[in-house]
Each structure stands twice: as C-alpha cells, then as structure tokens.
C-alpha cells in the first residue's frame, strides 16, 4: 500500500510539473440552427471540420418540416463532436436558446447554417484570446460578407456609447460569449423575430470584451435579416428605446440607414459602394 501511494504521489509531482495547457482550454461550443437548407449546412459543417483546433462540441438544431437533414445527419458519418436535436420550434430565438440550454461547454458560438468559419485557425485563435485572458467575456472580430455586389470585410471594436447605431460594426456571426453571461443576463427574447442577437447586446454592453482584428466568419446574405433588413432594423431601434430611451441620434442614423440600404438596391447605389470600397471606407 505504501509502495502504491509512492508511486501515486511521483506521478502527480511529474503530472503538476509538466504544463499540461491542454487541461485549461476553454472549451467552445458551436450552435448551428437550421431550417430546409441541407446544402448550407453542409458548408457549415465543412468549415468547422476543417478547424485545427476542433469544438468541444457542434450542436445543430434543425426545425425543418420536413426530414432531409435529419435523414443526412444520421445516415452520414458524423465527427464524435456532434449532436443535434431534430424538431419543430417557435423561431430563430428558441432554436438558439435550446442549443445554448444543451450546450455543456465554457464558451458558445452561434454559426447559422449557411455561414462558415473564415479559415481553418479562427477556434485557435479564439481560444488563445479566453485562455489568456479569464476577465474577457466575450469577443467579437471582423466578418466576410457580400454587399453592394462585392465580397467586403466589415467590423470594428464594439463601442457601448454607438449602439444607436444597432449592430453597425459588432456582427453576431462573429461574437463568442462565456456561457455565463446567458445565466447571468438570461437568453434570447422569443418574442423577437429578428433583432433577438442585437438585443443581447445590449443587455451585455458593460462586460469585458476583446476585438479580433481579423475576419473570423464568412456570412451567408440570402438569411432572414438580409432579406427582410428595414423590419429588422425596426425591431432593434425598438429594443434600443427599451433600455435606453428615446434618442435623436438614433432618429437620425435609422433614417440614414433606410436610405443608404434603398441606395444600395440600385445600379448607382452599388457603383457608390464601390468607389467607397477602393477608397478603403467599407467600414464607415
């Protein structure tokens, strides 16, 4: 017996001594949500799988009416990292939260099925920034996107005083956020249709947070926001109200908005976008 406790003891010595990093990751849960679109989510899937650091899990939550994805995920071979749950919901904002509430990791990302990791390195590079760091709360980084007949990357450092501006440069396929802030500060709003990501924050806009200054996400634009923009923003200007107040800023910016996203539909618009492109202004 004390032989055996000897040698229990060397081996914690050697164990505690050598830096096992490995054991103080965070771990990343990725949440993809999805309806009918079997290819989208299939490209989904591909970006993730390629990662150099894998998930600790990948939870699709599939609400589809019919059983093509259902029959694909189950027939298919599937990494071990991967559960998902197949069956009707109330919207965008219940699907989300089932996977938050399944979700058994540190850290959750929500990638809509359709969007894609921009590279195969962003989970490393995601986790590097938590694993450094244990104050930082979330992170948020720069975003792939197709806009006024181009492919652009957008996003800036997220500032608490511009939120009036809605999501302007914190995009929500970009954002990775500590489990505990949902227990702290709750899910999203079932009863928002659209603006349920833009709510959330600002619901979170005083905890700490770390900018990516690189593209971290590649954004599928045939989604709900993209085609339904002007009931979206109208949703989130609602929500600013909520906790905020009234703002003149805001007025202003929204109608400033409107016009630009009507602009943009043109051939003018998208000539204007890429002259402002060349000019290096994509993020103005």
């Not at 959330?200 to 599928?220: Q, S």
Request: net charge positive; aromatic share 14%; proline share 2%.
């Amino acid at each position: 017996m004390a032989m055996l406790f000897s040698l229990e003891k060397t081996y914690w010595i050697w164990f505690t001594n050598n830096n096992f990093d490995f054991l103080k990751m965070n771990r990343i849960s990725v949440i993809s949500i999805c309806f009918n679109n079997l290819t989208e989510l299939k490209s989904t899937c591909d970006s993730i799988d390629a990662q150099t650091l894998k998930p600790y899990e990948h939870i699709i939550i599939d609400g589809s009416t019919n059983t093509e994805i259902k029959n694909y995920l189950e027939s298919s071979s599937q990494p071990s990292f991967r559960k998902w749950i197949c069956e009707r919901d109330n919207g965008i904002s219940d699907a989300f939260n089932k996977g938050i509430r399944k979700s058994t990791g540190d850290i959750v990302y929500l990638l809509n099925s359709g969007d894609k990791m921009y590279d195969n390195s962003v989970l490393e590079k995601v986790t590097t920034i938590f694993d450094k760091d244990p104050s930082v709360m979330w992170c948020h980084g720069k975003l792939s996107t197709f806009r006024g007949g181009l492919w652009v990357v957008i996003g800036k450092p997220f500032e608490k005083d511009k939120l009036y501006r809605g999501m302007r440069g914190t995009l929500h396929p970009t954002m990775y956020v500590r489990k505990e802030l949902y227990e702290k500060y709750g899910l999203f709003d079932a009863n928002l249709k659209m603006a349920m990501d833009y709510d959330f924050l600002c619901r979170i806009a005083d905890e700490k947070f770390v900018f990516i200054d690189y593209p971290v996400a590649t954004f599928d634009p045939s989604g709900i926001t993209s085609n339904k923009y002007l009931e979206s923003k109208k949703e989130a200007e609602a929500q600013y109200r909520k906790y905020f107040g009234w703002s003149l800023k805001q007025s202003l910016w929204g109608m400033r908005l409107a016009l630009l996203h009507i602009l943009l539909q043109s051939s003018l618009g998208k000539f204007l976008y890429r002259m402002k492109v060349k000019m290096g202004k994509e993020n103005a």
